[in-house]
């Protein structure tokens, strides 16, 4: 027989609204359906109606708090392309480290999430007080511990001083210790081990038909990483390589357990990168134009459309910006955040799974529903699913409008 | 004195009414042993129907408006709202959107609030509130 769980919206396994529906055989999921647009807070049309574009860069932090370096730095990059403003050298430097902690921040973050949903709720705890070394570090560079509000237009608003050096090195050596121990606890521990291996499975060929983006689908074994197919701000000095779970264990499943290992590696990867990246920074000016009322004033001078790329650390993260002459505000702004591409990987992952496997698998793609929620069709009451067909008019007649 | 101060171990529980997640990481960082709240038997529980306070982030989005009343329904009293973030209070950021029927006091009028500022608030003032909430339910309680 067979029967419907709905999850959600609110529901302690879940830190953010959204609604799951399974149909279940049993203990075995047959079905998924996800239902979002809980967290919907009409953040583009605020960007296009209300903000000028110097106040929406402090909006798009607000899209999501956890990678809030990632969506102002996507809109900054294709506005900066439309405008024509260059940043210097060592901003774009800095900018690199900035992105670059945040992905220590975000993993850890979700190390111990998974843990917790794990029931293993010791590791949480270790690891949140090893991820509070690199908060101490944002607070001591941004003046702030979660949001950042460093990234301008044409480089970057704070310096990262001499006296902050030493203490980013400090934090360097102190995770590269950590690194091993919870190396140790992740992949060695037999309860892990049986919790994840073999269980979510997202195939190669899935995660390419479903375009899944950043450790999600680097753990599938498809190496995608925009750090190193279309390098921005500095990476092009860094040679990023994308990283496969088989660069650890020698085979690549794509299961849970491959998507723990992804992570762990880049928080490595990413100490490497700061640590050249300390090395070799430039010396000279963070801000191509001190004066906002300045840099207000070219960019709504300038026309034109440019799409900004940047490897968040859920994946690829994308911000469609068109700007008009003598327009305000953006003239046309479309965030694709990467959790939007995602989460449609929970079907293949979860068929066949048993229910107690549901939060694991869940959070294993590290799911961002504030980042999600853009689109919503409301007309009265009625409520309304729209096909395939209807969505690709929708989307050509969008197009056209846009182009006008 | 000791065990005045621990009769009221605060159970929360947390709903995000539309958040940037910010705030909620911030309440997990409370919660882990760098500030480490649970010495004080405060936790986070599963159900409205444990806690004594409610802690709600976000702008309350107009999907969520109706959950959030319900929550608060379910709620045993005496109950207090501890609103955590700047957009809890007046809509922060997001105030003027077309989707928002927050912030939270117009969603529930009659309810006792305790507000803790910020875009997020550091996990201090967020150990603060609590605190604040705990005093107003021992004099509650003495009436």
Redesign the interface.
Known sequence: MKYEVPIGPIHPALKEPIMLRFTLEGERIVDVDVIASQNHRGIEWIGMNRNNPVQSIYLAERICGICNFCHPSCLVMAVEEIAGIESPERAEYIRVIQGELERIHSHLLWAGVAAHELGFDSLLHYVWVVREKVMDILELVNGNRVTKAIIMYGGVRRDIKEEHISKIKEMLEYYKQAFSKLAKLFLEDKTIKMRTREIGILPYEEAIKLATVGPTTRASGVKKDVRQDMPYFAYPDFEVKAITPDMLTGETIGDTYDRIVVRLLEVKQSIEIIEQALENMPKGDILAEPKIIKVINQIKKSEGEAVGRYEAPRGEDIHYVKLREGFEYLYAWKVRAPTYINILSWRPMLLDMQIADIPIVAASIDPCISCTNRVIVVKGTEEKILTAEELHKLSVQKTRRLRR | MISKAFKRALWVFH????????????I??AL???YDVERFGIRL???PRHADVIAFT??V?S??AD?VRR?YEQTPDPKVILVVGSCGISG???H?????DGPIERIIPEAKCFYVPG??P?PEAIIQGVIKAWEYLEEVEKK
Request: one cysteine or more.
């Open positions: 709903v995000n009414s539309g958040s940037c997640n910010g705030c909620d990481i911030e997990i960082a882990t042993p760098r529980v599963g159900s976000g702008p989005t999907d969520m959950k929550i922060g950021v997001f003027e959107s077309y989707h928002l875009c997020p550091r």
